[in-house]
């Protein structure tokens, strides 16, 4: 501190020596020497300051007298249950493709060919669907004096369906035009006949109703169908067909079922006889019933042994001398499962085959007025065989069939004019065997093929001949997808062995083999334009399928297609 504060007095004592010496500013960068004497005139001391070492004390405390108790309880809190709401992210379902509900192809090909369809049907919907068809098709040239052998189907059909809870209802409508003629006349003939007096007109009306059990689970299951089917020609003939049908099963077991198959079969047929022009009627009614028992022993669709197993009840009053009798016959069918792939089965049955005018023109439309109608009774047939598939592309079914017959129908050309067909019967044992083959090739969506052959014989009674019926058919059908732009479709129809019977001139022939190629090909513009191209009868061959009646050679038609 002392030499503090004598640094301070020296500071301030040479200030003011400073201040008294005037400076010479005329003398530049020159100092006087001068002596600076610092003198120690004061001593600065300060007092000792005391110092306490001794602690302060604490105060004093008092300690409670009361005594402190603790109770402790154990609390179960009661919460409402937590129920956390997790919400996963959604990711967009991706949009669904338009479904085009609508259907236009129109096309026009040789021997003055037009050709247009349109369908209308419904999309997506889970309570009901429906639909309208359109078609007409109709050539006017054909093969045999132009005009003459020209033919046209028109059809229109409208269908609808009801989902109900558990249940299925549908109904549908049918009605349909068509037009040939009787061509199959000599070429020598003259003069050439007029059109219109050998045209066949039929118009055949066909409506339904039915319901069926949808759950599949269901222990009881059943399928319920009414059918009205008319048709009339241009000769005055006519027939009204009603058809009940049921189809029930009920689970008694998971490997036990009884089923019910049966029907009804109303027919009332109206014609005028060629020679008297006196109109016949006939009432013809068939009654079926088919129950039966099926044992699994697998729970599995495509496993162990299904065994199925009853008998067949039918009733008939048809116009045949061994008709107006109740027909039983046993039935039984066994399917070994040896794996997914591969399965054999064996059965015998036996029925009564329901015919009628209806089903005699869709087979041959070149009828004679007043054919005789019966039905055809089945009272044998043993049968067997194999199918599976050898890998994952290749399929395979083999076969046979032994059936005796009576009343086994045949077409002849009739006695009175053999431009049309009667019907023959052969009242006695007609014996059939039946072997064919079908392999199959199914290359995912791209291509698809399908063979099938079958083989007859006949050991037949009271005719000569099985009259129009081939020994043997052959089918070939193909489908190939080019890059999803170009569909093709092939197919081939072989039949071989056809006799053809004369009854005006007692003349018989074998028909030449019908070999027919038929090919289509389509190119997509896009999901909903197309074009397409037809070619039928590639091998232009005038074939007959039945005596007189060549086809037309070969057939081109093209056309576009449209979705709406």
């Known amino acids: 501190m002392k030499v503090f504060l004598a640094v301070i007095f020296s500071c301030l004592s040479i200030l003011a020596i400073a201040q008294e010496t005037e400076p010479d500013w005329d003398q530049e960068g020159e100092i006087d020497d001068a002596e600076v004497v610092i003198e120690k005139e004061r001593e600065i001391s300060l007092p000792t300051a005391s110092r306490r070492f001794e602690p302060i004390p604490p105060l004093p405390t008092t300690r409670p007298t009361t005594t402190i108790t603790y109770q402790f309880q154990e609390v179960t809190p009661t919460l409402p249950g937590l129920n956390p709401q997790v919400r996963p992210l959604k990711i967009k379902n991706p949009p669904l493709d338009p479904l085009y509900g609508n259907y236009l192809k129109l096309g026009f090909g040789n021997f003055l060919t037009p050709y247009a369809e349109l369908f209308t049907n419904s999309t997506r919907n889970d309570e009901y669907s429906y639909g309208l068809h359109l078609q007409h098709e109709s050539s006017r040239l054909g093969p045999v004096d132009g005009s003459n052998s020209g033919n046209s189907d028109s059809r229109i059909g409208v269908s609808g369906k009801y989902f109900a809870q558990g249940h299925t209802l549908r109904a549908d409508a049918e009605y349909q035009r068509e037009r040939y003629h009787f061509y199959g006349y000599s070429p020598l003939v003259e003069p050439e006949p007029e059109r219109d007096s050998i045209r066949q007109i039929f118009n055949a009306i066909a409506i339904s109703a039915g319901i069926a059990r949808a759950d599949v689970d269901a222990t009881l299951g059943y399928d319920v169908e009414a059918r009205f089917t008319h048709l009339s020609d241009a000769y005055q003939a006519a027939e009204n067909q009603v058809n009940l049908q049921l189809k029930a099963d009920y689970t008694i077991l998971p490997h036990l079922t009884l089923g019910l198959e049966s029907n009804l079969y109303l027919m009332q047929r109206s014609d005028q006889d060629p020679e008297t022009s006196v109109e016949n009627k006939i009432n013809r009614s068939l009654f079926q019933a088919r129950p039966y028992l099926v044992y699994r022993t697998s729970d599995g669709p495509g496993e162990g042994l299904t065994i199925k197993g009853g008998f067949t009840i039918a009733y008939e009053n048809d116009t045949a001398s061994n008709a107006d009798q109740l027909h039983v016959y046993p039935y039984a069918l066994a399917t070994l499962h040896f794996d997914d792939a591969f399965q054999v089965y064996a059965g015998i049955d036996g029925n009564i085959e329901a015919t009628s005018l209806y089903s005699f023109t869709r087979e041959n439309p070149y009828l004679d007025a007043d054919v005789p109608l019966l039905h055809t009774n089945r009272n044998f047939s043993f049968r067997g065989g194999a199918k599976g598939r050898i890998n994952s592309l290749f399929g395979f079914h083999l076969g046979f069939s032994a059936s005796n017959y009576k009343n086994l129908y045949f077409f002849a050309n009739s006695a009175r004019d053999s431009t049309r067909f009667t019907i023959l019967y052969d009242p006695d044992n007609v014996f059939q065997l039946n072997l064919f083959g079908e392999l199959s090739l199914n290359s995912t969506e791209r291509f698809r093929s399908s063979l099938r052959g079958d083989f007859y014989t006949y050991n037949v009674e009271n005719v000569d001949e099985p009259w129009h019926r081939p020994n043997f058919t052959l089918s070939w059908l193909n489908r190939l997808n080019l890059f999803e732009k170009i569909l093709l479709n092939a ?36 999901n909903r334009f197309s074009a397409f191209v037809e070619v039928r009868n590639i091998f232009a061959q005038n074939y007959e399928r039945f005596m007189n009646y060549p086809s037309r050679g070969i057939m081109f038609l093209g056309g576009i297609t449209y979705s709406f």
């Open 491 to 526: 197919e081939l129809q072989f039949m071989s062995g056809i006799q053809g019977l004369n009854l005006a001139s007692g003349t018989t022939r074998e028909l030449d083999p019908i070999t027919d190629l038929h090919f289509q090909a389509d190119y997509l513009f896009s």
